[in-house]
């Protein structure tokens, strides 16, 4: 029964506790859950442990780790005595982390053994507790020549500011000695996460109790998840894609997560499903996309009629419904929703999915809105829509054009970001006067409701008769063809160049050959090349059409969300 008396991540823990005690909380996929009871347990002591050493309400605490139980119980521990989680992506280079400790002002720090390297030689000096998030061990002091005492930015620090940190180091012993109670509101700050957007522009995310909670439950308001539910973690609990609707939504209903102490590789992620079964499971589009490239379709096209009947659209549904049923044994038999999101999916797997009746559903979220704005659950799923506005969400387009009805897609709600950190300009620069927050995205909302999102507003192309031309739905097009693993388009002198990562096992396989640099095979990848800009200038509208297309040696350097990062490439 859900009895929370406010919008804090604090009541939800109490509301696990007192409804679901003796349930399995969070735990690897091959060891024993925590129950409940034993969570709040682990949580109790990780933040009594941060009383003792000074860590009080407002004050920061980092987390660099990979998907872990210990990272469940450091985001209640911290965000329950009213501190301030800063979850740090593990993709981030040195340098970043560096940047993100000290513009956060960081007083402490979990870091898994996988990415302790990372801290080596980097000079966080605010940073006065370092501990080990795989059994919660203390780490040791940095060297004297990089401690507190011997930079002289602190001491300066020190000596002006003496009375303030003075009080605070007060205030901290009184409530350690005197057992005070630590009060969480839901305006209080739960976490800053820190974006690795396509954009290349790292901003700090404030994201309050309120935020985080109210967009759990009205994700709840649409969906159907119980105690009885397990999911399978594989997306990073340092996106709000996983640590709200992954995180809190299970613990909410008292439902069981479990993660994977590996990497997510067919090697390892296949075991997982068999043991785990789970009924409910979030992923980006990259995942299924792979799943059904190099698992679905050689399968389909192994045969030459089976081949040649796929073409029919008539035969191709019924194929889609075979595969889907065989997906579903891989899954486990059990799940009954599979959530999309974080980047768009592609047309084709889409259609795998719909016509084969996989329990998918796609959202629409950000990072700044907790992260949902709109959904369905798999019922309502309508081909290449992200949904409609989730309860308590409201969802508009600005300025739509006259004819297409196309524009931004702003958004009001409690799930919006309290602003960025430090930053009251770019704040001001993302909401509109009367309180909407600016996505930057673009869309379209249909008479039923349900948003379709053209693209971002900053990677519009404007063609020479002044149509605007979206990439991302050329990249669309691209990616449903043969031999094409990920594709970008960009703008070169007033042309279009898709630029195509290949599948080349594909490639080896069908011709036999190896893809090395020698002569024969240069000449069969410019064939395959020449052959994908005649199909999709077949497909596209004559003011999209493609100039060029090259080869992209290595895979597009992503986001955690696996979005590609564009700034790279433009």
């Avoid at 050493?53 to 450091?74: F, M, R, T, Y």
Wanted: aromatic share 8%; with cysteine.
């Amino acid at each position: 029964m859900l009895d929370l008396k406010k919008l804090t991540l604090t009541e939800v823990l109490r509301n696990s506790l007192e409804s679901y005690p003796d349930n399995p909380s969070v735990g690897f996929v091959n060891s024993d859950p925590l129950t409940y009871s034993e969570f709040f347990n682990r949580v109790n002591q990780v933040s009594d442990f941060l009383h003792e050493n000074g860590i009080i309400s407002g004050d920061k605490v980092a987390i660099l780790s990979e998907n872990q139980p210990n990272w469940a119980i450091v985001f209640f521990a911290v965000t329950s005595i009213g501190a301030v989680l800063i979850p740090i992506m593990t993709e981030f280079h040195s340098s970043q982390v560096q940047h993100i400790i000290n513009h956060s002002e960081a007083k402490a720090l979990f870091v898994s053994s996988r990415f302790s390297d990372k801290l080596e030689g980097l000079s966080i000096p605010a940073i006065r507790l370092r501990i080990k998030l795989d059994d919660f061990s203390l780490l040791p002091e940095p060297e004297a020549s990089d401690s507190l005492l011997s930079k002289p930015e602190f001491i300066k620090k020190i000596l002006s500011d003496g009375a303030k940190e003075f009080a605070r180091i007060k205030e901290s012993a009184l409530k350690f000695l005197g057992k005070l109670p630590q009060q969480v509101e839901q305006e209080s700050v739960a976490l800053i996460i820190y974006t690795s957007g396509t954009t290349g522009h790292s901003k700090g995310v404030i994201l309050t109790h309120k935020n985080i909670v109210s967009n759990a439950l009205s994700t709840l308001g649409f969906i159907q998840l119980d105690s009885s539910d397990r999911m399978l973690s594989i997306l990073p609990l340092f996106h709000t894609m996983e640590s709200t609707l992954g995180l809190v939504i299970p613990f909410i209903r008292g439902a069981s997560v479990y993660y994977i102490e590996k990497p997510p590789t067919p090697a390892v992620l296949l075991p997982a499903l068999a043991k785990v079964k789970p009924t409910v499971m979030l992923a980006v589009p990259l995942i299924i996309e792979k799943i059904f490239r190099v698992r679905i379709l050689p399968e389909l096209n192994r045969k030459f009629i089976i081949k040649s009947l796929y073409k029919l659209p008539a035969f191709q549904k019924k194929f889609h419904k075979i595969a889907a049923a065989k997906l579903m044994k891989t899954f486990g038999c059990e799940l009954k929703l599979f959530c999309i999101g974080g980047a768009s999916l592609s047309a084709d797997v889409e259609r795998f999915l719909n016509e084969g009746s996989f329990p998918y559903a796609i959202g629409y979220g950000l990072t700044e809105t907790s992260p949902l704005n709109t959904g369905t659950d798999p019922s309502e799923v309508r081909l290449r829509s992200a949904g409609k506005a989730i309860p308590d969400v409201q969802v508009k387009i600005d300025n739509p054009d006259t004819k297409t009805g196309e524009g931004e897609i702003l958004i009001k709600g409690p799930n919006v970001m309290k602003g960025y950190y430090k930053d009251p300009e770019k704040t001001k620069e993302v909401f509109t006067d009367d309180g909407w927050f600016k996505t930057g995205d673009l869309g379209i909302i249909d008479k039923d409701g349900y948003l379709f999102i053209k693209g971002r507003s900053k990677n519009v192309i404007i063609g020479s008769n002044g149509k605007n031309i979206y990439p991302e739905e050329i990249e669309s097009i691209l990616n449903e063809l043969d031999f094409v693993s990920e594709s970008l388009v960009v703008e070169r002198k007033g042309e279009l160049t898709a630029k195509i990562f290949l599948n080349y096992e594909t490639i080896e396989a069908m011709y036999k050959v190896t893809t090395s640099d020698d002569r024969k095979t240069r000449e069969l990848v410019n064939e395959i090349l020449s052959g994908i800009l005649k199909q999709v200038n077949e497909r596209v509208n004559t003011f999209s059409r493609i100039n060029k297309v090259v080869e992209q040696l290595e895979p597009f350097e992503k986001t955690p969300t696996q979005k590609i990062k564009r700034y790279l490439y433009n």
